[in-house]
């Protein structure tokens, strides 16, 4: 199918689909083409959401259209799952449509915006092969009525029938199949479950040198509150609680024992995109807040640090395609909590330096690299990441996992002891 970016004037401040090209499913209709136009990329709420088809009749006899009374649409919300939301035909429009060669029409479907919608949203058209696009809304005033599947939305009461113009979009006479019909994207209704977002990278592997260690982590983030306008930069409205656990698995020993898990909470204030921008980055992230490492142990084994720390983040290149990522983690330690681990600088320092080269769909190396005060203590930590569905095909998820540490403290247990190992296994998220 091919996609058309179209425009046009009338188009209210309203959202609705990058621009594409659809065809209808009836046989009747196989030579009619329909299209979305292309609208702002920013919306409020003081207008519905709107979803604006453009009806063209591009062959050499009039072309018959059957016009549906809804729309179906899913609207994903910062880290929530789809939700549906049903728009309405506008008033006027009709039922059938013949349009004679050369013409066309605009016919526009509408509903109040959800009370839950605000921020940074992802759109998709239900049933039909269209790309999404993300529109930043701003809440102003009250919030409206939700919009619930399978209930009418409420339309905007200004809206009139579009007229024929003069110029005639054309567009792919593929068919959208009729078994996708307006059934929306299925997702998990618990508001405080979408909250949770991938942070660190998620993985399993197993290695060896000499000794048996397979090593896994588990890493996500909440986002405490969404913001009414997506611009806001106050300390709520981008305050984020992570946990981190990564653990090293005896796993070949008799009853597999964990030789050591770090337990990492985290609070802190994050701005995915500053607006920053050079001849050199073209985005720059900031996060800055307070951690916490143990190994959730007492004695001799026990091991604990909190730090306060800043993360700025620049990316390099086309972020679509292979650039590079820098992003030093700058942090000073408590000394109330070093006890047990007093000189854990002379092995860590006080900067983790991240770097990343590849690309989102293909290959990515990332590289942590610490170097202590003392000496030439230090540590290199390298992953490197391959999408299994270039391996297998497009129905499986996760990333091919390559590893290898050297240096001191692979864990906060053994922070002042040096190593080597490398690893192979499964990535879930990167």
Not at 89 to 99: N, Q, V, Y
Not at 180 to 189: A, E, I, V
Not at 291 to 318: A, C, K, L, Y
Request: hydrophobic share 35%; net charge neutral; glycine share 8%.
């Amino acid at each position: 199918m091919r996609s058309l970016m179209c425009g046009g004037h009338g188009v209210h401040r309203v959202v609705a689909m990058s621009a594409l090209s659809i065809a209808l499913a009836c046989p009747t209709l196989s030579h009619a083409t329909v299209s979305v136009l292309q609208p702002p990329r920013e919306a409020t709420t003081q207008q519905p959401l709107e979803v604006t088809l453009m009806y063209s009749g591009d062959q050499e006899t009039p072309s018959d259209f059957e016009i549906p009374s809804q729309l179906t649409v899913t609207l994903t919300n910062g880290d929530l799952p789809p939700k549906p939301v049903v728009l309405t035909r506008e008033p006027g429009a009709p039922d059938h449509l013949t349009l004679p060669a050369g013409q066309f029409r605009k016919i526009r479907f509408s509903a109040a915006w959800p009370d839950w919608a605000r921020g940074f949203l992802k759109i998709d058209v239900v049933g039909l092969d269209a790309s999404p696009v993300i529109v930043a809304l701003t809440r102003t005033g009250p919030g409206t009525a939700v919009a619930t599947a399978g209930q009418p939305a409420a339309t905007s009461q200004t809206s009139q029938p579009a007229q024929p113009d003069q110029s005639v979009v054309q567009a792919s006479t593929q068919p959208v199949s009729p078994a996708s019909g307006n059934r929306p994207l299925p997702g998990m209704d618990s508001l405080f479950m979408s909250r949770f977002s991938i942070f660190e990278p998620i993985y399993f592997a197993d290695g060896s040198n000499g000794n048996n260690m397979a090593r896994f982590q588990f890493s996500l983030k909440f986002r405490v509150a969404i913001p009414d306008d997506p611009r806001s930069r106050g300390l709520f409205d981008n305050l984020y609680f992570a946990y981190t656990q990564t653990s090293l698995w005896d796993i070949r020993e008799h009853q597999s024992p964990f030789h050591d898990t770090a337990y990492m909470p985290q609070v802190f204030y994050s701005i995915p995109d500053t607006g920053w921008t050079s001849p050199i980055f073209k985005q720059m992230s900031a996060m800055a807040g307070l951690g916490h490492e143990s190994n959730g142990r007492d004695g001799d084994e026990s091991r604990s640090i909190d730090i306060v720390f800043v993360r700025p983040t620049w990316e390099i290149g086309d972020t679509q395609s292979n650039h590079l990522t820098i992003s030093p983690k700058v942090y000073y330690y408590f000394p109330f909590r070093k006890k047990d681990n007093p000189d854990i600088a002379d092995f860590r320092g006080y900067v983790d330096l991240l770097v990343k080269y590849g690309s989102p769909d293909s290959w990515q190396l990332a590289t942590t690299l610490r170097k202590g005060t003392k000496s030439w203590y230090g540590s290199v930590d390298t992953q490197l990441t391959y999408p299994l569905a270039r391996i297998f095909g497009n129905k499986w998820g996760g990333y091919l996992w390559l590893g290898y540490f050297n240096g001191f403290g692979e864990t906060i247990l053994d922070y002042n002891k040096k190593h080597w190992i490398a690893r192979i296994g499964l990535a879930l998220a990167r």
